[in-house]
């Protein structure tokens, strides 16, 4: 179940949604006048986040690039790869 705080909460209990943020890995939905403003969340579960949207992207790039035949034998990318690693 999402945790849901007001804004005030933000400068009087700070250190508790802090908390929950850690503790749960998932962001605190803060709210405005009664609507939804912002979600807080910690660095780690936002970069996991990132994380998790870059790979969807490049699978999505290796997707597409499947379906155009612009792909090779994966032996041949590795021996490009070593290939610039030695020079």
Same mark, same amino acid.
């Given at each position: /179940?999402?945790?849901? &705080?007001?804004?005030?909460?933000? &400068?009087?209990?700070?250190? !508790?949604?802090?908390?929950l943020?850690?503790?749960?890995?998932?962001?605190?939905?803060?709210?405005?006048?009664?609507?939804?403003?912002?979600?807080? /969340?910690?660095?780690?579960?936002?970069?996991?986040?990132?994380?998790?949207? !870059?790979?969807? &992207?490049?699978?999505?790039e290796?997707m597409?690039a /499947?379906?155009?035949q612009?792909?090779?034998?994966?032996?041949?990318?590795?021996?490009?790869?070593?290939?610039?690693?030695?020079?």
């Open positions: /179940m999402p945790t849901i &705080r007001p804004s005030s909460d933000l &400068r009087n209990h700070y250190n !508790e949604i802090s908390e943020c850690h503790k749960y890995d998932e962001p605190v939905y803060i709210t405005k006048n009664g609507h939804g403003d912002l979600a807080v /969340m910690s660095i780690e579960t936002y970069e996991k986040l990132v994380g998790k949207f !870059e790979l969807n &992207r490049l699978l999505d290796g597409d /499947m379906k155009k612009k792909v090779r034998p994966f032996h041949e990318a590795i021996a490009d790869i070593q290939k610039e690693i030695s020079e």
